[in-house]
T-cell receptor, first 112, second 114 residues
Framework: EPEVTQTPSHQVTQMGQEVILRCVPISNHLYFYWYRQILGQKVEFLVSFYNNEISEKSEIFDDQFSVERPDGSNFTLKIRSTKLEDSAMYFC??????????FGSGTRLTVV | AQSVTQPDIHITVSEGASLELRCNYSYGATPYLFWYVQSPGQGLQLLLKYFSGDTLVQGIKGFEAEFKRSQSSFNLRKPSVHWSDAAEYFCAVGALQGAQKLVFGQGTRLTINP
Protein backbone atom coordinates (compact mmCIF):
# COMPACT_ATOMS: atom_id res chain seq x y z
CA GLU A 1 0.00 0.00 0.00
CA PRO A 2 1.37 3.45 -0.89
CA GLU A 3 2.86 5.40 1.99
CA VAL A 4 3.70 8.96 2.90
CA THR A 5 7.34 9.05 3.95
CA GLN A 6 8.73 11.60 6.37
CA THR A 7 12.36 12.30 7.20
CA PRO A 8 13.98 12.55 9.63
CA SER A 9 11.98 10.65 12.22
CA HIS A 10 13.53 12.73 15.00
CA GLN A 11 15.39 16.02 14.84
CA VAL A 12 16.96 17.99 17.64
CA THR A 13 17.83 21.61 16.98
CA GLN A 14 18.96 24.62 18.92
CA MET A 15 16.60 27.52 19.47
CA GLY A 16 16.92 30.07 16.69
CA GLN A 17 18.12 27.57 14.10
CA GLU A 18 16.33 26.83 10.85
CA VAL A 19 14.92 23.37 10.27
CA ILE A 20 13.49 21.70 7.21
CA LEU A 21 11.16 18.76 7.60
CA ARG A 22 10.78 16.58 4.56
CA CYS A 23 7.91 14.55 3.22
CA VAL A 24 7.40 12.42 0.16
CA PRO A 25 3.65 12.24 -0.50
CA ILE A 26 1.95 9.49 -2.45
CA SER A 27 2.88 10.06 -6.06
CA ASN A 28 -0.56 10.60 -7.62
CA HIS A 29 -1.94 12.68 -4.78
CA LEU A 30 -2.75 16.31 -5.43
CA TYR A 31 -3.30 17.87 -2.01
CA PHE A 32 -0.69 18.09 0.71
CA TYR A 33 -0.89 19.07 4.35
CA TRP A 34 1.18 19.65 7.44
CA TYR A 35 -0.21 19.08 10.92
CA ARG A 36 1.49 19.24 14.27
CA GLN A 37 0.89 17.62 17.63
CA ILE A 38 2.41 19.10 20.74
CA LEU A 39 3.11 16.36 23.27
CA GLY A 40 -0.09 15.25 24.96
CA GLN A 41 -2.31 17.48 22.87
CA LYS A 42 -4.48 17.11 19.82
CA VAL A 43 -3.40 17.13 16.21
CA GLU A 44 -3.62 20.66 14.77
CA PHE A 45 -3.80 21.75 11.15
CA LEU A 46 -0.99 23.98 9.94
CA VAL A 47 -1.29 24.36 6.18
CA SER A 48 -2.66 22.83 3.01
CA PHE A 49 -1.05 23.02 -0.40
CA TYR A 50 -2.52 22.46 -3.85
CA ASN A 51 -1.39 23.31 -7.35
CA ASN A 52 1.90 24.69 -6.07
CA GLU A 53 0.41 27.17 -3.68
CA ILE A 54 -0.98 27.39 -0.18
CA SER A 55 -4.74 26.81 -0.22
CA GLU A 56 -5.35 27.32 3.49
CA LYS A 57 -3.29 28.03 6.59
CA SER A 58 -4.04 28.24 10.28
CA GLU A 59 -3.16 31.04 12.67
CA ILE A 60 -0.28 28.88 13.87
CA PHE A 61 1.34 29.09 10.43
CA ASP A 62 2.94 32.49 10.82
CA ASP A 63 5.83 34.08 8.93
CA GLN A 64 8.31 31.72 10.56
CA PHE A 65 6.84 28.84 8.59
CA SER A 66 6.98 28.13 4.88
CA VAL A 67 6.20 25.19 2.62
CA GLU A 68 7.57 24.18 -0.70
CA ARG A 69 7.26 21.43 -3.27
CA PRO A 70 10.63 21.92 -4.90
CA ASP A 71 10.83 19.01 -7.31
CA GLY A 72 7.42 17.44 -7.83
CA SER A 73 8.00 14.70 -5.29
CA ASN A 74 9.17 16.25 -2.02
CA PHE A 75 7.03 18.49 0.15
CA THR A 76 8.91 20.44 2.80
CA LEU A 77 8.07 22.46 5.88
CA LYS A 78 10.64 25.06 6.90
CA ILE A 79 10.76 26.77 10.26
CA ARG A 80 13.09 29.76 9.95
CA SER A 81 14.01 30.45 13.56
CA THR A 82 12.84 27.73 15.88
CA LYS A 83 11.40 28.44 19.30
CA LEU A 84 11.02 26.11 22.25
CA GLU A 85 7.28 25.99 21.65
CA ASP A 86 7.86 24.58 18.16
CA SER A 87 8.78 21.27 19.77
CA ALA A 88 6.15 18.84 18.55
CA MET A 89 5.45 15.93 16.26
CA TYR A 90 4.90 17.15 12.72
CA PHE A 91 2.78 15.06 10.40
CA CYS A 92 2.62 15.30 6.65
CA UNK A 93 -0.48 14.08 4.85
CA UNK A 94 -1.58 13.78 1.26
CA UNK A 95 -4.95 13.35 -0.41
CA UNK A 96 -6.29 12.56 -3.82
CA UNK A 97 -9.94 11.62 -3.74
CA UNK A 98 -12.52 9.46 -2.06
CA UNK A 99 -11.61 10.76 1.39
CA UNK A 100 -8.28 8.98 1.15
CA UNK A 101 -6.12 11.06 3.46
CA UNK A 102 -2.83 9.32 4.19
CA PHE A 103 -0.59 10.44 7.03
CA GLY A 104 3.12 9.90 7.41
CA SER A 105 4.70 8.54 10.58
CA GLY A 106 5.77 11.99 11.65
CA THR A 107 8.93 13.88 12.54
CA ARG A 108 9.51 14.55 16.20
CA LEU A 109 11.12 17.99 16.47
CA THR A 110 12.85 18.86 19.73
CA VAL A 111 14.04 22.44 20.17
CA VAL A 112 16.60 22.90 22.94
CA ALA B 1 -16.23 26.16 11.43
CA GLN B 2 -15.94 22.51 12.31
CA SER B 3 -15.15 21.29 15.80
CA VAL B 4 -14.86 17.90 17.47
CA THR B 5 -15.32 16.99 21.11
CA GLN B 6 -14.13 13.77 22.65
CA PRO B 7 -15.52 13.95 26.18
CA ASP B 8 -13.37 11.18 27.63
CA ILE B 9 -9.68 11.96 28.00
CA HIS B 10 -8.79 8.55 29.38
CA ILE B 11 -10.70 5.26 29.46
CA THR B 12 -9.65 2.00 31.05
CA VAL B 13 -11.30 -1.28 30.15
CA SER B 14 -10.50 -4.89 30.83
CA GLU B 15 -9.29 -7.13 28.07
CA GLY B 16 -12.25 -8.84 26.45
CA ALA B 17 -14.69 -6.15 27.52
CA SER B 18 -16.66 -4.01 25.11
CA LEU B 19 -15.60 -0.49 24.27
CA GLU B 20 -17.31 2.70 23.21
CA LEU B 21 -15.42 5.92 22.60
CA ARG B 22 -17.52 9.03 22.24
CA CYS B 23 -17.20 11.70 19.61
CA ASN B 24 -19.43 14.72 19.04
CA TYR B 25 -18.94 17.07 16.15
CA SER B 26 -20.14 20.48 15.16
CA TYR B 27 -20.51 21.28 11.50
CA GLY B 28 -23.16 23.11 9.55
CA ALA B 29 -23.46 20.67 6.69
CA THR B 30 -22.94 16.98 6.05
CA PRO B 31 -19.64 16.09 7.63
CA TYR B 32 -16.99 13.63 6.66
CA LEU B 33 -16.03 11.76 9.84
CA PHE B 34 -12.97 9.73 10.67
CA TRP B 35 -11.45 7.74 13.49
CA TYR B 36 -7.68 7.43 13.71
CA VAL B 37 -5.55 5.44 16.13
CA GLN B 38 -2.08 6.42 17.29
CA SER B 39 0.22 4.05 19.14
CA PRO B 40 2.92 5.64 21.32
CA GLY B 41 5.48 7.45 19.19
CA GLN B 42 3.78 6.40 15.99
CA GLY B 43 1.80 8.05 13.24
CA LEU B 44 -1.92 8.14 12.61
CA GLN B 45 -3.61 5.07 11.27
CA LEU B 46 -7.09 5.31 9.79
CA LEU B 47 -9.57 2.98 11.47
CA LEU B 48 -12.66 3.96 9.50
CA LYS B 49 -14.45 6.82 7.82
CA TYR B 50 -17.99 7.94 7.09
CA PHE B 51 -19.13 9.86 4.08
CA SER B 52 -22.68 8.84 3.33
CA GLY B 53 -24.94 5.83 3.13
CA ASP B 54 -25.18 3.24 5.86
CA THR B 55 -24.72 4.99 9.17
CA LEU B 56 -22.96 1.99 10.70
CA VAL B 57 -19.43 1.85 9.35
CA GLN B 58 -17.07 -1.08 9.66
CA GLY B 59 -13.36 -0.50 9.99
CA ILE B 60 -10.14 -2.34 10.54
CA LYS B 61 -9.18 -4.32 13.63
CA GLY B 62 -12.80 -5.12 14.43
CA PHE B 63 -13.87 -1.53 15.07
CA GLU B 64 -17.14 0.02 13.97
CA ALA B 65 -18.71 3.44 14.34
CA GLU B 66 -22.23 4.73 14.08
CA PHE B 67 -23.15 8.12 12.67
CA LYS B 68 -26.14 9.69 14.41
CA ARG B 69 -27.06 12.97 12.80
CA SER B 70 -29.69 13.81 15.43
CA GLN B 71 -27.07 13.59 18.16
CA SER B 72 -24.14 14.95 16.11
CA SER B 73 -22.22 11.91 17.20
CA PHE B 74 -19.89 9.35 15.67
CA ASN B 75 -19.05 6.93 18.45
CA LEU B 76 -16.47 4.20 18.00
CA ARG B 77 -17.18 0.70 19.28
CA LYS B 78 -15.54 -2.66 19.60
CA PRO B 79 -17.27 -5.71 21.08
CA SER B 80 -14.17 -7.20 22.70
CA VAL B 81 -10.90 -5.32 23.17
CA HIS B 82 -7.45 -6.82 23.00
CA TRP B 83 -4.34 -5.65 24.86
CA SER B 84 -2.96 -4.42 21.54
CA ASP B 85 -5.81 -1.89 21.28
CA ALA B 86 -4.17 0.26 23.94
CA ALA B 87 -3.46 3.54 22.14
CA GLU B 88 -4.71 7.07 21.61
CA TYR B 89 -7.84 7.43 19.51
CA PHE B 90 -8.71 10.56 17.59
CA CYS B 91 -12.00 11.51 16.00
CA ALA B 92 -11.80 13.98 13.12
CA VAL B 93 -14.20 15.86 10.89
CA GLY B 94 -13.67 17.12 7.38
CA ALA B 95 -15.65 19.60 5.35
CA LEU B 96 -18.03 18.62 2.59
CA GLN B 97 -15.62 19.87 -0.05
CA GLY B 98 -13.44 16.81 -0.07
CA ALA B 99 -9.86 17.88 0.23
CA GLN B 100 -10.32 20.34 3.04
CA LYS B 101 -8.34 20.07 6.25
CA LEU B 102 -9.29 17.67 9.01
CA VAL B 103 -10.17 19.00 12.45
CA PHE B 104 -9.27 16.63 15.24
CA GLY B 105 -10.66 16.07 18.70
CA GLN B 106 -8.51 16.07 21.80
CA GLY B 107 -8.13 12.32 21.71
CA THR B 108 -9.03 9.52 24.11
CA ARG B 109 -6.29 7.45 25.65
CA LEU B 110 -7.32 3.82 26.00
CA THR B 111 -5.71 1.63 28.63
CA ILE B 112 -6.38 -2.11 28.72
CA ASN B 113 -6.29 -4.01 32.00
CA PRO B 114 -5.19 -7.64 31.70
Amino acid sequence: EPEVTQTPSHQVTQMGQEVILRCVPISNHLYFYWYRQILGQKVEFLVSFYNNEISEKSEIFDDQFSVERPDGSNFTLKIRSTKLEDSAMYFCASYRSNLAYTFGSGTRLTVV
Amino acid sequence: AQSVTQPDIHITVSEGASLELRCNYSYGATPYLFWYVQSPGQGLQLLLKYFSGDTLVQGIKGFEAEFKRSQSSFNLRKPSVHWSDAAEYFCAVGALQGAQKLVFGQGTRLTINP
